[in-house]
């Protein structure tokens, strides 16, 4: 009996930003997709199949590009893949309401000899607009294949996989596909209008360019791509210049591109952009009817209030307080729910051993990895609801919007203006906030922003502040003092990311080019894929690595027991337990816990780097205490609880706080939070933050730079304090 073997097509999805090429490579993939970072470099992108009968497609969605001059990480992969990856054939998707823009990423594509498929996105907009286009007449000058779609509506799709695969076999890539359709949509009509021409259309440049375009090509070593690089190396391109690997070509080359540049009137690469453009702007002759005067769209009405010199920013602010609403208040119930499961099932676990064993594999088991995973997983809603909440934002076109609303501002201080969005999220977690930098085109404002972005004072803090403010502060000073501790982190993120710009992250300023789509509606599907890929991603990377990490905090704060005869520490005992001196004779078994810590690993390093943070006010109780919160910040509240004897701190929260009043002053408790705002951030915070910047020496910056930094702030505060007056301990 005859096998059917499966036939591979290789497709590049390509375009520019806002043109809808996601949807489009959605609507194809549907779950059957995954993502990950392009080899070597941090840029993310998607992989995707479809099938049709015994063709697969896989698919690569590309990140979005105006041109394949890349400016940045992301224009450059999207180039070298498309260079380097030789895909089967390349989608490209163009915004049919903006045309002569989109077509010029479409005409280098057509340069570099790759087998395309023009996909018309969004054709209803460019309707709406008046806007006319013929399909035949814009296949037959460009000669490829050109397919109306709506990619927010599904419409097209299957016009676009047929086209896809009739270009695979005019490729020669597979064979012909059997019962395969030559023209079995309106989107396949324009095939016909291809084999007129005879080939794809090229750019040409006038003699005088040509000249030095042909004497470069005699050159460079032959490839399909060779005209496309000779031009841009014509322009100065200095990465495909450094892609050279002759130095006698790479000085024959620069010589003659050097020469051209001294007898040209304009500079070399604008003079090629602008023939560029003269060329499509004859494609588009005959091709695009726009209509006698100007329409005024809706995206226009809408813009006139959503992008006002006044009203802008409001609009703004208020839209991000119901992404936040949305993101963490109707999140926490479900957090709760998921809260209470982990709960139940620690108590099912711990039901398998005797009441108060002390078993070391329970221990493991229950504060370990149910506690560990737990501590993960409990975030989850809020990842995807901000992730429903961004999706909706950026596919509805606001986010386009929002960033130049507040781009005057953040640029101020260093930041982008769509870094606003991530720090407006870090007031809840850090976690969501670091992963919602992928809104950054900019690897350098993306690093940026995610070394300030734990300066936002997140929820997990705010145990520590409910259990020392009270504790410290009298009601009328409570609230000022909350608010002094979110603004302290407020003005040090924004000096933080000033402070980086100038120094380690110099360099010209990314220039803030985009353009603005229209207003559209969103697809359930897209929404629903973008948030399962968001939550998948999160309990596959940061949830593996917390919980490797929560496992080994807790063999530090359980190994090694004491001894029978261990005597406890001078002024260890601060109970009213009170009479024992060695480990054998304690009858407590709050005192028994807090001795039992002590002498764990987190307890000596506690007393170790006691000296280090006695200029700060604090004791060893504190530091060991501050090492527990590595885990996360609430961990700190619990382990106070510990050291001070005084069993769960929920539950014993005003005793907690008279033994906290009794050993240290508000200055001390000031600090205390002061430190545990800016100080190293949670594991959690570090596990993504080593994912989203692709490097495990920027986590490592983050944690030991902001610690510094708490450092330095809580010396001057509590010393100044002192001379001021206001107590230490």
Sequence with gaps: MATTLEKTINVAVAGNPNSGKTTIFNNLTGARQRVGNYPGVTVEWKKGTHRRGDIKLDLIDLPGTYSLTAFSEEELVARDYLLNSSPDVVVNVVDASNLERNLFLTTELLEIGCPLVLVLNMTDVARDRGLGIDIARLAEKLGVPVVPAIGNKGVGMDEVVEAVMQVAVSQASLPGPAGLCRESGPGLASLAAVEKRGGPARVHYGSEVEKVIREIEHILPESDSRRWQAVKLVAGDDKVIDQMVAPGAREAVTGLAARFADSSIDEPDILLARLRYEFISGICQGVLRAPASDLITTSDRIDRIAMHPVWGVPIFLTLMYMVFTLTFSLGNPLMDLIDIGFGKLSGLVSGLWTLGSTSPLRSLIVDGIIGG???????????????????????????????????????????????????????????????????LESRRDRLITMMVLPLMSCGARLPIYALLIPAFFPARLQGPALWLIYVTGILLALGGAHFLRATLFRGETTPFLMELPPYRMPTAGSLLVQMWTRAWLYLKKAGTVILGAAIILWFLTYYP??????????????????????????????????????????????????????????????????????????????????????????????????????????????????????????????AITRQEAGSIKWAFAQTFGLTALAWVVTFLVYQGGLLLGLGGA
């Design 561 to 686: 027991k004491p001894s029978a005869d261990y005597v406890l520490p001078a002024g260890f005992d601060n109970t009213t337990a009170a009479e024992a001196t060695k480990f054998s004779e304690i009858t407590d078994p709050n005192v028994e816990q807090a001795a039992e810590l002590s002498y764990s690993i987190a307890g000596r390093v506690g007393r170790l780097i006691e000296p280090a943070i006695a200029p700060l006010g604090f004791d060893w109780r504190i530091g060991t205490a501050l090492v527990g919160a590595i885990a996360a910040k609430e961990v700190f509240v619990a382990q106070m609880g510990i050291v001070f004897a005084v069993g769960e701190a929920d539950e014993t929260s005003d005793q907690l706080r008279a033994q906290l009043r009794h050993r240290y002053s508000p200055l001390i408790g000031f600090c205390i939070m002061l430190f545990a705002l800016i100080s190293t951030p949670c594991i959690a915070t570090f």
């Design 373 to 439: 995973v737990g501590g993960v997983i409990v975030f989850l809603p809020n990842i995807v609801l901000l992730f429903m909440a961004i999706a909706i934002l950026e596919g509805t076109g606001y986010m386009a919007r929002a960033a130049f609303v507040m781009d005057r501002f953040m640029s101020k201080v260093g930041l982008h203006g769509k870094s606003f969005i991530p720090l407006l999220i870090g007031f809840g977690c850090t976690v969501p906030a670091i992963m919602a930098t992928r809104t």
